[in-house]
């Protein structure tokens, strides 16, 4: 079992549209969380990050944590063709690793 | 600008010919690292290096080098590079502390071993 789980997609939604990317983990030592994007050709590029549980929202973005349930979100509100991306969900306990989920490819229609 | 710079973009190479992939940063960043990216695995570090002529293994180090000399530079060495090294290779760099420091990635060094 991997220990840090995305459903890989993709998911396609039209321009407007709520999306919620989602990412379970395994590792209880976990504390930090991040989410990056990865556009196409291009090296990922964080988006969102949060330490331990809670909410942080900046702009049309919202970033989760349940550590409870090893469980993280991203919210997306308002998507625009422009977040059509892949989005990596990512997270560490130390200083010297971040692990990854396997991504999400989320296109976002006209 | 702040950035990670990998070269080259692109490498098509036979098996058992050594290659360097270079990695250079100027944000003055302790640490680097290496990932492999690969579909349905995604990223995966193969190395990474806290500081100069620090480094340590990560999740996948077989069939890879690196070395630590200067603090800019990262560079990745296949001795003897495999076709089950083909894949899309990622350097990054960060201020020390991982959890509440953005990890900046080079755009990346597309690998083909035939």
């Known amino acids: 079992q991997k220990e840090v789980e995305q459903d890989p997609g993709p998911l396609s939604v039209p321009e407007g549209a709520i999306v919620s990317l989602n990412c379970t983990y395994s590792n209880s030592a976990f504390q930090y969380f991040m989410w990056y994007r990865q556009y196409s050709r291009k090296g990922p590029e964080l988006l969102m990050y949060?330490?331990?549980?809670g909410n942080k929202e900046d702009g049309r973005f919202t970033a989760q944590v349940d550590k409870s349930s090893k469980y993280i979100s991203l919210f997306i509100r308002d998507s625009q063709p422009s977040d059509s991306a892949t989005y990596l969900c990512a997270m560490t306990g130390t200083a010297s690793k971040l692990t990854f989920g396997t991504g999400t490819r989320l296109q976002v229609t006209l | 600008e702040a950035q990670v710079t990998q070269n080259p973009r692109y490498l098509i190479t036979v098996t058992g010919k050594k290659l360097t992939v270079t990695c250079s940063q100027n944000?003055?960043?302790?640490?680097m690292s290496w990932y492999r990216q690969d579909p349905g695995l995604g990223l995966r570090q193969i190395y990474y290096s806290m500081n100069v002529e620090v480094t340590d293994k990560g999740d996948v180090p077989e069939g890879y080098k690196v070395s630590r000399k200067e603090k800019r530079n990262f560079p990745l060495i296949l001795e003897s590079p495999s076709p089950n090294q083909t894949s899309l290779y990622f350097c990054?760099?960060?201020?020390?502390?991982?959890?509440?420091?953005?990890?900046?990635f080079g755009n990346g060094t597309r690998l083909t071993v035939t």
């Open positions: 944000m003055n960043h302790e640490y």
């Open positions: 990054a760099s960060s201020r020390l502390k991982l959890g509440n420091s953005p990890l900046h």
């Open positions: 949060t330490y331990s549980s």
